[in-house]
């Protein structure tokens, strides 16, 4: 692919200044393009041309890029209050306010700048309350970058049922005190904690497993890890960084019927500006701000910025007009079924996976419950798939089992034109093999 000059000389620029030449390893496209606007589904490269986004920021931008209702609300709140840093503003009450109305387990709310700061606090609050010190999480799930979680993602089939951190740099004492069971099997977190009586503070989940595309945890085994956790004395966590806001304003939470003692939040709830949520129990929530014995600390001189709940506030707004998730959902539907019209089109062994407005291909057939099901995908097939998509200007993260997304910024129209250059790539690679 041809790359204009001013991508070339901006990438180079970044690689003499920037740690890897990208402020994260999982921005890297592939070869050098710098990013200069973006209005609604679209981005603008630093020499003008367009790109049809379905990275939407990891998620963020469900609304789509540069949405005047969030533009006009952030430039008001600019003109009257800055950060503060003491005392409470009238923004972070009414923000808090309305998500307390809107997440079912929200008795009380706290605010961070980031999905990974989040999940950080919420297991530092489940082992002040339970007095614990052991987490499960589940094998593909990704809960951020502290040591406590940053495990066990898309492992290596020979590295499922071992500890896989992420990175060098990770303390091996902390991850040892997390647990890594398989997804959607409630008797395997049924033995664990029978085997560890008073061990474990918390269980954290996905209740949607988007780190690793679209596996769907059952309605079963949410029901039933809720009924564990209540039965053993466990907090039950709901990290619904990426599900919340996107699927519904309440999480999926609101949606699946299961109530978590905490959840997390970040991304769309934003709508592009940086913002984290702890929400949950009030008995639990309260060991946040106290101090003495069983205070947890949760500072942060940007916690609450203003600009960021101004934000929150935009998006809510328009997250709650009518018809608003129905017509998400409609968008995902769309594409789907034209990925699956296309596959059977080409007698290709592949899928469409997704919820609402996630979207992507398995390149495997049959059911999927956990991550041991995904090790039938084609890497290799996906990952050429991937890279060939932004070649073509549509852009996504060119990662194997990585989700996509829509905003209310894309039209069928859109997907449709998207869904003709899909069909292409994938005719181009199937006769290649």
Not at 165 to 178: V, Y
Request: charged letters at 20%.
């Amino acid at each position: 692919m041809h790359v204009p000059s001013e991508n070339l000389q901006l990438s180079a620029r970044a690689a003499k200044v920037m740690a890897g030449g990208h402020l994260s390893p999982s921005r890297k496209l592939g070869y050098p393009v710098a990013f200069q606007s973006a209005s609604g589904p679209y981005l603008y490269d630093a020499d003008g041309n367009r790109y049809t986004d379905y990275h939407c920021g990891f998620g963020a931008n469900v609304l789509g890029h540069c949405h005047p209702a969030i533009a006009a609300k952030v430039n008001a709140v600019m003109q009257d209050i800055d950060l503060i840093g003491a005392g409470i503003t009238r923004l972070e009450v009414e923000t808090c306010e309305a998500l307390a109305r809107h997440i079912p387990c929200a008795e009380l709310v706290a605010l961070c700048s980031s999905g990974s700061e989040a999940t950080f606090h919420a297991i530092r609050i489940a082992r002040a309350a339970t007095g614990r010190k052991t987490l499960i999480k589940f094998q593909g799930g990704y809960h951020g970058w502290h040591d406590a979680v940053a495990m066990n993602v898309q492992s290596a089939a020979s590295a499922v049922g071992y500890y896989d951190p992420l990175c060098d740099g990770i303390m091996e004492e902390t991850a040892r005190h997390t647990a890594v069971l398989p997804f959607n099997d409630a008797e395997a977190v049924s033995r664990y904690l029978k085997a560890h009586p008073g061990e474990v503070a918390a269980i954290i989940v996905e209740p949607i497993a988007h780190n690793i595309g679209s596996v769907i945890a059952s309605d079963e085994f949410l029901a039933d890890i809720r009924s564990l956790t209540s039965e053993h004395g466990v907090l039950l966590i709901f990290d619904e960084v990426i599900t919340g806001f996107r699927h519904a304003l309440g999480g999926y939470q609101s949606i699946c019927g299961v109530t978590p003692d905490l959840a997390t939040f970040g991304k769309a709830a934003g709508g592009g500006l940086p913002i984290g949520i702890v929400a949950g129990r009030r008995d639990v929530m309260e060991h946040v701000g106290r101090t003495g014995e069983g205070a947890v600390f949760m500072g942060g001189t940007f916690n609450g910025t203003p600009t960021s709940l101004a934000a929150v506030l935009a998006t809510i707004e328009e997250l709650s007009k009518q018809g608003t998730y129905e017509r998400l959902s409609a968008l995902g539907s769309h594409m789907r079924e034209g990925l699956d019209s296309i596959v059977s089109r080409l007698g290709l062994e592949a899928q469409s996976a997704g919820f609402g407005s996630v979207w992507l291909l398995y390149f495997f057939s049959g059911s999927y419950r956990s991550y041991d099901d995904l090790l039938r995908n084609d890497d290799a097939l996906d990952l050429a798939f991937r890279r060939k998509l932004v070649e073509r200007r549509c852009i996504g993260q060119p990662l194997p089992l990585k989700r996509l997304y829509l905003s209310l910024a894309h039209t069928p129209e859109i997907l449709d034109e998207t869904l003709g250059v899909i069909e292409d790539i994938l005719d181009e690679l199937v006769g290649r093999r």
